[in-house]
């Protein structure tokens, strides 16, 4: 810049040549935007779903964003609306906590709709009040990534807000059951995501594939929607996704399947006997539990086939329940079941308690074969621990069994199958097997304290129990023969091993009189110097080598001597020692009157 001054000695008007101040450069922001919403998600309520919460912090946390920032929208009487501005991100008094109140924005109002939509099972009218609120979100997510697109972010920013904003509008379609945009939504951020992970480093890519694996259910949902569910495969694959837990709205789902898929199962056929299945919610439940066993077939680790069985317990007790409502609101149904006859609700009844009664077992079979990973049976060389966790011991496992003969101990007990003796049967094979097992780590629990003769019993009654489950039928849904088979060969070799190994104590305790190092005696050492014994006491100062102090004993008493020659000794006559009769008084009163001082002449 040229500027004209006056020289004061001259006076001639010299230029003067200032340079421009240098702008200084705006600063790029970086916003993680996934880590810091599913922080916020864990620490305030979603842990545990409960979006009230998460909605409530979000309220508070943009209060205090606004009013730190000293950006609030009116005054105590009156609101302005002020949204932010790209002015706020940059110059000198850029703050990066600026962009956060778009983003808490659209939080707050996919909170408030997530939670609209747990209410509106029961108040079907709330769903017109979500979706307004995801049309809520929508509208923040745009503005945030109109933000974001300016040179005030970096590339890592840019890409996680437009896969954020590909999310909430796919969430948005979703509910619009506008399934091709919202699959083409989920796809997009699906790909985002994938690749901004790829691009982190190691210690940062879990969340970033965790947030990827959500998006295959509903992907899968809008590819089976758009598609018209006709062909047979798309079906099985979305009750097996209903079996693992990955659908919420498989209701929505099964009443638009074909007709012929629900007529398969408006009648059941158990044990002969055909059940017609009325409630809706049973039949979902038949469904999404005959994919269960694909699902598991699938599945090689124990954690993830345990957690597919206790989501299918949980649909079954609220089948159970449902059952049991419909018979508490229909007094025909009522009548029914306390007839004598075994009715048909009360047989379907009797199948659900047993669907849910095996697949418990099948539960506890799992935990058992997850606790052998961890077991180191000392009568099986050539097994390896292939486990990580904590070492199991035998009574862990005997325990476990415990638990399963009380299972099994309920299915005898399921009302309606009492008379059933083919049932019967098969459920007490089943009590015979578990309790060879039962046997067999008690008596591996005995081996390791060293009750061997206590040992050797059970495995002779843990060879019985499981030759007699051989022989018996089993039940075709628990195949146990072959570990029976394995059990009661190595029972044979355990047995005799412990049979020698008691035989062997005995010699030692008895014939050869030595002893083990756990049996005290205080017997000094000369009345054991017959028997070995290493005796540590020796070695100290006070050995128990002999008892200086005999103990006392018995001994005859001192004879007793009777004087009997004084019968024939002669006394000498003792008479003249004696005094007269006639003095006798005279001596008495004298002695009287001078002992008493009154009788005596001395004193004249």
Not at 273 to 285: D, G, I, M, S
């Amino acid at each position: 810049m040229v500027v004209q001054e006056d020289n004061p000695n001259t006076g001639d008007v010299q230029e003067k040549t200032e340079s421009a101040p240098v702008a200084e450069p705006s600063k790029i922001f970086t916003v993680e935007i996934l880590h810091m919403i599913k922080d916020a998600q864990q620490q305030h309520g979603l842990r545990h779903g409960d979006f009230q919460r998460y909605r409530g912090y979000c309220s508070r946390r943009i209060r205090r964003l606004r009013k730190a920032l000293k950006y609030p929208q009116g005054d105590k009487r009156h609101f302005k609306r002020r949204d932010v501005t790209i002015g706020q991100l940059t110059g000198k008094k850029a703050d990066e906590r600026f962009i956060h109140i778009p983003l808490i924005c659209a939080e707050r109002a996919w909170a408030y709709a997530m939670q609209l939509k747990q209410e509106s099972n029961t108040e079907p009218r709330k769903r017109f009040h979500l979706v307004n609120k995801l049309r809520r979100a929508c509208f923040y997510a745009l503005q945030l990534q109109e933000l974001c697109n300016t040179e005030a972010f970096d590339a890592r920013t840019k890409l996680e807000c437009e896969a954020y904003v590909a999310w909430m509008h796919g969430s948005l379609h979703f509910e619009l059951q506008l399934w091709k945009t919202a699959g083409e939504h989920l796809k997009r951020a699906q790909v985002v995501y994938e690749n901004l992970g790829k691009a982190l480093p190691d210690d940062e890519q879990e969340l970033y594939r965790a947030k990827v694996n959500e998006f295959t259910p509903n992907l899968r949902y809008c590819a089976y929607n758009i598609s018209g569910g006709a062909s047979g495969g798309k079906i099985d694959e979305i009750l097996e996704l209903r079996a693992q837990g990955l659908l919420e709205n498989l209701d929505v789902l099964v009443s638009q399947t074909k007709t012929e898929s629900s007529e398969g199962l408006q009648t059941i056929d158990w044990r002969g006997r055909k059940v017609t299945v009325r409630p809706e919610k049973v039949r979902l439940f038949l469904l999404s539990a005959q994919e269960l066993d694909k699902s598991l077939a699938k599945t090689t680790k124990q954690d993830a086939k345990i957690e597919l069985i206790e989501r299918i317990l949980m649909d079954c007790k609220d089948a159970i329940q449902a059952v049991r409502d419909e018979i508490k609101q229909d007094p025909k149904l009522r009548s029914l079941t306390t007839g004598q006859t075994v009715s048909g609700v009360q047989y379907l009844l009797a199948y659900l308690s047993y669907i849910r009664h095996s697949r418990t077992l099948q539960r506890n079979l799992c935990l058992v074969e997850q606790a052998k990973l961890n077991f180191d049976d000392p009568n099986q060389q050539s097994q390896q621990n292939v486990g990580d966790g904590k070492r199991v011991r035998p009574q862990d496992l005997a325990r476990l069994y415990e638990i399963i003969l009380q299972n099994v101990t309920e299915m005898q007990q399921i009302n309606g199958l009492e008379d059933d003796a083919t049932y019967q049967s098969e459920v007490e094979n089943l009590a015979i097997t578990f309790k060879a097992f039962r046997c067999y780590y008690i008596a591996l629990t005995l081996i390791d304290i060293k009750k061997w003769k206590e040992a050797v019993a059970l495995y002779e009654r843990a060879s019985n129990y499981a030759t007699e489950a051989l022989k018996g039928k089993t039940s075709p849904e628990f195949q146990l023969q072959e570990e029976l088979k394995k059990v009661v060969a190595a029972i044979d070799g355990c047995k005799f091993s412990a049979h020698a190994y008691s035989v062997l104590e005995d010699d030692n305790s008895e014939e050869f009189g030595t002893t083990t190092k756990s049996q005290k005696t205080t017997k000094p050492l000369y009345e054991r110097l017959s028997l070995y014994k290493e005796d540590q006491s020796l070695h100290t100062k006070t050995p128990n080598v002999f008892k200086l102090t005999p103990d006392m004993e018995p001994i005859p008493c001192k004879p007793i001597f009777f004087d009997l020659a004084m019968t024939y000794v002669e006394f000498p006559s003792l008479e003249d020692k004696l005094e007269s009769p006639g003095k006798k008084g005279a001596s008495i009163t004298g002695f009287v009157k001078g002992f008493l001082g009154w009788g005596g002449g001395g004193n004249k």
